[in-house]
């Protein structure tokens, strides 16, 4: 008797836990392009949204077993995309690589999305972000320069500017707080100071148009509503 083995690779919990968040970045995604709603429901897309990207990028730095960053577009100046600006997230992994097997050094950062855009009207708030509960975010001033989504390995330095959160190989958040915050608010894209761009968000209907997520040290998020900017921390 010839016995058949089955050789079909069953998905782990962490691949399944990747599939399932590019899921629902799609699913977040036609809720928005359906319509409907103001910008209180584009807020809580936004939120949706981030989370899912979120839990995407803390599954492949487990998956990767590599330092993962969710990144987000900064570049202010005219070179830049202003329809990208504060609104375009992506996940970039970091690559190791031993050029002496082969000679050619493949180490460096891997897109592993092809990015995703805020609703129209919806920003990161870097300035809250930072200054909100016990968040430290930015450590260093959290920017890389990076050509996304190129998905060959690439170093840092060449690109477009982005402000990052990073994620260690473990998928714990890369920080010595115990929260680092993450704000998106609705707000109005202006002219600013010189060929720069800002983004008001003091316009008296949209004020408390804000929504957050919180990173925590040991990886997981939480989804803020209704805070205030000097919240020191939310359970």
């Known amino acids: 008797m010839v016995t058949i083995y089955n050789r079909k690779r069953a998905f782990t919990l962490?691949?399944?836990?990747?599939?399932?968040s590019i899921i629902l970045i799609g699913t977040s995604l036609l809720f928005v392009g359906g319509g409907g709603g103001?910008?209180?429901?584009?807020?809580?897309?936004?939120?949706?949204?981030?989370?899912?990207?979120?839990?995407g990028a803390r599954g492949q730095a487990i998956l990767k077993g590599a330092t993962t960053r969710l990144i987000i577009y900064s570049e202010n100046n005219p070179a830049g995309d202003p329809e990208k600006w504060l609104r375009y997230f992506g996940v970039v992994y970091?690559?190791?690589?031993?050029?002496?097997?082969?000679g050619i050094d493949e180490s460096g950062w891997v897109a592993t999305t092809q990015g995703t855009y805020l609703p129209v009207?919806?920003?990161?708030d870097p300035t809250t972000s930072a200054t909100i509960g016990d968040s430290n975010w930015p450590e260093a001033a959290a920017t890389m320069?990076?050509?996304?989504p190129r998905q060959s390995a690439q170093q840092e330095g060449s690109g477009d500017e982005y402000?990052?959160?990073?994620?260690n190989s473990n998928?714990?958040?890369?920080?010595?707080?115990?929260?680092?915050?993450?704000v998106i608010r609705a707000g109005i894209l202006r002219p600013g100071s010189g060929d720069t761009l800002e983004v008001n968000f003091e316009d008296p209907t949209l004020v408390n148009l804000k929504a957050a997520l919180i990173f925590r040290r040991v990886?997981?998020?939480?989804?803020?509503?209704n805070f205030g900017d000097n919240n020191e921390d939310v359970d």
């Open 14 to 20: 962490i691949e399944l836990l990747v599939v399932v």
């Open 38 to 55: 103001g910008d209180g429901v584009k807020l809580s897309s936004a939120q949706r949204i981030v989370s899912s990207i979120a839990q």
């Open 94 to 102: 970091l690559q190791a690589d031993d050029p002496t097997t082969d």
């Open 121 to 124: 009207g919806i920003y990161f």
């Open 145 to 148: 320069d990076i050509d996304y």
């Open 163 to 167: 402000y990052f959160y990073e994620f």
């Open 171 to 182: 998928g714990t958040v890369s920080s010595s707080f115990i929260n680092t915050w993450m």
């Open 219 to 225: 990886g997981s998020t939480t989804l803020v509503t």
